[in-house]
């Protein structure tokens, strides 16, 4: 089945600098890349996605990008703010019929002021 | 409702006793799934249901943990004879398919923070 590797499983930036996660997925049939964060308390939020016929999308200060070949996938924050600290996850969707999404272990950002 | 919503927020149990998890899923989701988060871990799949279809159970971990679907619409999870390894965040979220093939949104609740002793 399906395999979502994140890194890091950290990251600390300073407010204003960027932040990128990046995760690696095991099954080329994956056909769809979403992106999730946890703020304290609270259940995962979609944030950005992308499918696997397009190779950037951007949304505001939030781009993330894809590689089919190399199966990885990395989310980019520009411009960080102290809200975007939280937790992110990444995560894939396998071959058409397997509707489940296989989950990264997370990463938790901080931004300091 | 407007969102997901799970109940119990909390729970304590003593080790060996069964606990019952409830999800309210977005009213008109077909889709059902409920994931289980570790303290510092990521979202490990347990179960989920489409519809009227039979639930894909492979994620469950042990025959302790079932999780039923009244109606198409709110969902049990039951775990029995509770283990401190047991002890972790269940999450329950839900979706409609999106708007291109192949893709879903999940929407999930806040969660029940479960505590075995």
């Known amino acids: 089945g399906e395999n979502v590797e994140q890194h890091p499983s950290t990251l600390s930036v300073q407010e204003g600098d960027s932040a990128v996660i990046k995760c690696t997925y095991s099954?080329?049939?994956?056909?769809?890349f979403p992106w999730y964060k946890q703020e304290l308390g609270k259940g995962p939020q979609l944030i950005i996605d992308i499918r696997s016929n397009v190779g950037e999308k951007k949304d505001q200060r939030i781009a993330v990008t894809l590689n089919k070949t190399a199966k990885h996938f990395s989310l980019h924050i520009t411009e960080t703010q102290p809200e975007d600290s939280a937790v992110y996850f990444c995560?894939?969707?396998?071959?058409?019929?397997?509707?489940?999404?296989?989950f990264g272990q997370g990463t938790r950002l901080t931004i300091n002021p | 409702g407007a969102g997901v919503s799970q109940s119990p927020s909390n729970k304590v149990t003593e080790k060996g006793k069964d606990v019952e998890l409830r999800c309210d899923p977005i009213?008109?989701?077909?889709?059902l799934y409920w994931y289980r988060q570790s303290l510092g871990q990521g979202l490990e799949f347990l179960i989920y249901?489409?519809?009227?279809?039979?639930?894909?159970k492979s994620g469950l971990p042990s025959d302790r943990f079932s999780a039923e679907r009244t109606g198409g619409s709110v969902s049990t999870l039951t775990i029995q004879r509770t283990q401190q390894e047991d002890s972790a965040v269940y999450l329950c979220?839900?979706?409609?398919?999106?708007?291109?093939?192949?893709?879903?949104?999940?929407?999930f609740g806040a969660g029940s923070r479960l505590t075995v002793l």
């Open positions: 979220a839900s979706s409609s398919l999106g708007r291109s093939s192949g893709a879903n949104v999940l929407t």
């Open positions: 995560a894939a969707k396998g071959r058409q019929g397997a509707q489940k999404l296989v």
């Open positions: 099954d080329s049939a994956s056909n769809y």
């Open positions: 249901f489409q519809g009227n279809s039979a639930p894909d």
């Open positions: 009213s008109g989701h077909t889709a």
